[in-house]
């Protein structure tokens, strides 16, 4: 019999996915837990071991059914020895080796890879990339990830670290210290970790929301979907922050482009809901950036996947 699954496994910081997918991507079954959370690095892999063979046996499968299973992590991945570096997602798990201590668990193959990497190749194969050879993934959520395929393969540089765009730097001066400790990352200026500061900033400035926030509301909770209601009842703080957002990526993806020439970026990640608003400033300061510059279409678009994007691309890593 042809081998026709793939297994993914997306391994998150609240919540562990593993998914069954056919080999255009559909998902077959899946399993969701938050059981992986406090774990030593042993029960880990126990528990996702036990949860792939779980859901290759309620489904009438057998292991040798399966191409191969793909896990993608947040952090540093060593690509080649499938090793987790350093991960922020996960206590513990320092120069894991992630990928081998789950291979002895089976017989197929298993990949490991960084998350954004996972979800470009997902989107590659699956959704907007479809067709390219050349592209492009950003995810723009709390931080900013992304995947860089050329020639239908994923690049990753010497250490499997390439595509960290979300450190590239656009405003040195900026009062925003990001992750890494420098200031002025795209990731600390554009996404989920700056919207608290830029809200309080805009507030100062004297500006009025029409959010309505209770009198004790958290400000460091202040989330996309709050941003989200905001641009729905027309809120002018709300909205400027979203455009600030969008001019950060679109100068972001201006560097992309110069340094890659790419024919598409597609963007997923959680603020990619603000849609039109905030993707047409991503574009129109893209285009003003690369002017007269741009000899061949690019397309800049949103991710179609959807919710299970990670996973999916995790599986998809089994194809590379
Ligand atoms: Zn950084």
């Known amino acids: ?20 997918v056919n080999v255009e991507g559909q998902i077959i079954d899946k399993i969701h837990t938050c059981a992986h959370v406090d774990r030593n690095e042993e029960d880990l892999v126990k528990l996702v071991a036990e949860n792939i063979k779980e859901i290759i046996k309620r489904n009438d499968f057998q292991e040798s059914d399966l191409l191969g299973i793909g896990m993608g992590c947040a952090g540093h991945i060593r690509f080649r020895d499938g090793t987790i570096i350093t991960t922020s997602n996960l206590k513990g798990f320092k120069n894991y080796p992630l990928r ?24 590659f194969k699956f959704g907007a990339g479809k067709g390219f050879n050349d592209m492009v993934f950003l995810t723009i959520s709390t931080g900013i990830g992304a995947g860089i395929i050329i020639n239908k393969k994923l690049y990753r540089g010497v250490t499997g670290t390439a595509g960290e765009f979300g450190h590239t730097i656009v405003e040195p001066n900026s009062e925003l210290t990001c992750t890494c400790g420098n200031r002025g990352c795209l990731m600390a200026c554009a996404c989920g970790m700056a919207l608290p500061y830029l809200f309080e900033q805009k507030i100062k400035e004297g500006k009025k929301s029409k959010l309505n926030l209770p009198s004790n509301f958290n400000l ?44 598409l970026i597609v963007l997923g990640g959680g603020l990619t809901n603000w849609g039109d608003f905030y993707l047409d400033k991503i574009k129109s300061t893209f285009y003003e950036l690369a002017r007269d510059m741009i000899f061949d279409p690019i397309e800049i678009v949103i991710s179609n996947i959807g919710a299970d994007a990670g996973v999916i691309g995790a599986a998809a890593l089994t194809l590379e």
């Open 220 to 263: 460091s909770k202040l989330s996309g979907q709050h941003l989200k209601k905001g641009l729905e009842i027309d809120d002018p703080v709300s909205k400027e922050i979203i455009l600030d957002s969008g001019y950060y990526v679109g100068l972001g993806i201006y560097n992309i482009f110069q340094t890659l020439n790419p024919p």
């Open 1 to 20: 019999m042809m081998k026709k699954l793939l297994c993914g496994v997306d391994i998150g910081g609240t919540k562990c996915s593993i998914v069954l």
């Open 100 to 123: 081998d201590a789950v291979q002895s668990y089976f017989k197929i193959p298993v990949v490991l890879d960084n998350d954004a990497n996972a979800q470009a190749f997902g989107e």
